[in-house]
């Protein structure tokens, strides 16, 4: 047995120990278990004495004797009558060191499943690679709400009186708070014409989570799915993540063209769609289509995906209702967020199923999450009881009508070269390159400048066959103060120009 003093290769140096973050004996602790690990000091070395370790480091004995203490419990080293400590004989590091190999595996060589496989292929940052934020303060970023009139108090009383609630501590049924789902229930009513019941609806983590939720569980391998030819990408990740075969139909002023009796729509049973303000186009889906597509889902026994994202936000006169307001045959499940009409980190979103689904769903629930935070929900529970949800909404209306008057004209006035693609709400404007420059290289240029500008082509969906008029540029104005915007155009402006005489 060799009894060598160890040499003092794993004794740290004093910078470490000087680290204010840990204390000492965590430190020491540390840096020995890791010696162990990496084989510097191996079974049977004796460690040096307390007494000596301390004068060494300078650290006082009490804090080698805890760190000691713990390696000794947790079985690392072992003490011998009268020789000393040592490295324990008993451990068999060989499982923890991989072999003794110095073996590191990359995400294409460890055995994952197929949805794994095709998680792994995807490129899920692809808009956002494309264009990087190169600063936090994103002028014109898209999708945000405007923080600065954000009704904090009102939250904040909403969020104190939460933690007084009982139900926010107990147990929840995994379809989410009934208080949130009672108000959702009456808030969809009376605003998207949505008919259900509280029963119907299931609590997410948002509308991401809502429709990976529904499309896991509704679509498989090689299904053909209906898309919008531009839109979130989101959506597709989740599809080439379950291998689904993607479908796409383009967007006019009516929104999706759909016309139930084309063959690719009698390939498909499945559609995802933004009826009432396409994303990111903004056109709403006209009535006959709207019927066309319900008569299809009658017909094919199909599913119809409405995601109902930003239909908050309509200026002029009253918002379409809903497409699941007019469907009779069960066949359309609603998704709605919070991430705009509240804030984006609230993580609040909900589906609102056909009553057949819900046991399916309710199970399904069980098995990804267990449902989300009851005290967040029983806060945007009584938030919207109080009427303060309804209240915001109403503000934040009038005001990103404004801001959106402030940018529209001004861009006009100072880009001609962009045209703007009219709709009548939401947070953010699209303008249409006209000479169909480079749309992703003059974002990324305006963004180096912190204008969080997104080109329009990065949420076309079929790249092969690039559509001329998706070269453009999304402005979000909800979030920007009219300051801000003008500043923003202004530079934006100059950019441009620059952009345009390099190339
Ligand atoms: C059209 C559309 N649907 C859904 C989502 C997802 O929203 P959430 O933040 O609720 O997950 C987004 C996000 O940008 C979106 O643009």
């Known amino acids: 047995m060799s009894t060598k003093l160890s040499n003092d290769t794993f004794i740290p140096l004093k910078s470490n120990l000087l680290d204010k973050s840990t204390s000492k004996y965590e430190a020491l602790y540390g840096h020995i278990k890791e010696a162990i690990f990496n084989g510097r000091l191996k079974t ?23 760190a000691y203490e713990l390696l000794l419990s947790e079985g690392f080293i072992e003490s011998r009558q009268g020789s000393g400590t040592f490295v324990a004989d008993a451990v068999d590091l060989k499982p923890l060191l991989g072999s003794g190999t110095n073996i590191r595996f990359t995400s294409s060589s460890i055995h994952v499943s197929k949805i794994g496989q095709r998680v ?20 014109f970023l898209p999708a945000q709400p405007a923080m600065d009139c954000f009704p ?60 990976s939720i529904v499309l896991n569980l509704l679509v498989s391998d090689g299904d053909n799915v209906l898309l919008e030819d531009i839109g979130f990408k989101g959506i597709d990740a ?15 002023e009516q929104g999706i063209c759909f016309d139930k009796l084309s063959e690719v729509c009698q390939q498909a049973k499945t559609l995802v769609l933004t009826p009432s303000r396409s994303f990111p186009l903004g056109h709403t889906l006209s009535l006959q289509r709207r019927l066309s597509i319900l008569e299809w889902a009658y017909e094919t026994q199909g599913w119809v ?28 499940i609603y998704t709605g967020t919070y991430s705009r009409t509240m804030f984006p980190g609230i993580r609040l979103g909900y589906i609102v199923l056909p009553p057949v689904l819900v046991p399916l769903f309710n199970k399904f629930k069980r098995i990804v999450d ?3 935070s009851a005290q967040q929900q029983v806060a945007m529970g009584l938030f919207m009881q109080s009427g303060a949800y309804s209240r915001h909404l109403r503000r934040m209306r009038k005001l990103y009508k404004k801001r959106k008057a402030i940018l529209d004209p ?21 303008y249409h390159f006209q000479g169909g420059q480079d749309d992703v290289a003059i974002a990324r240029e305006a963004n180096q400048y912190g204008l969080g500008v997104r080109p329009l082509s990065s949420y076309q969906r079929n790249d092969v066959t690039k559509h001329a008029s998706y070269s453009g540029l999304i402005i979000g104005y909800a ?15 100059h950019i441009i120009d620059d952009f345009c005489k390099k190339s």
């Open 44 to 66: 049977n070395d004796k460690l040096p004495s307390s007494r000596y370790l301390s004068k060494l480091l300078g650290i006082s004995r009490n804090s080698i004797l805890t």
């Open 120 to 139: 792994n292929a995807t490129d899920l940052l692809s808009p956002v690679k494309a264009v990087p934020l190169e600063r936090k303060e994103s002028v």
């Open 152 to 211: 904090y108090k009102e939250w904040q009383s909403a969020v104190t009186k939460s933690l007084r609630n009982p139900s926010a501590f107990s147990e929840q049924p995994v379809m989410g708070v009934c208080l949130l789902r009672e108000q959702i229930q009456e808030f969809l009513l009376i605003t998207r014409g949505v008919r259900c019941h509280a029963d119907d609806i299931m609590i997410t983590s948002g509308s991401q989570q809502a429709l």
């Open 238 to 252: 989740v599809l080439s993540s379950l291998g689904a075969v993607q479908m796409t139909l383009t967007v006019d």
């Open 305 to 332: 995906i409405e995601d109902d994202y930003d239909s908050e936000f309509i200026f002029s006169g009253h918002s379409i209702a809903s497409l699941q307001g007019l469907d009779s045959g069960g066949r359309v």
């Open 370 to 372: 267990g449902g989300i």
């Open 410 to 430: 001004l861009m006009q006035q100072m880009l001609p070269m962009l045209s703007l693609i009219p709709s009548e709400g939401g947070m953010h404007s699209v």
């Open 479 to 493: 979030g920007t103060t009219e300051e801000h915007i003008q500043k923003g155009v202004i530079k934006l402006r």
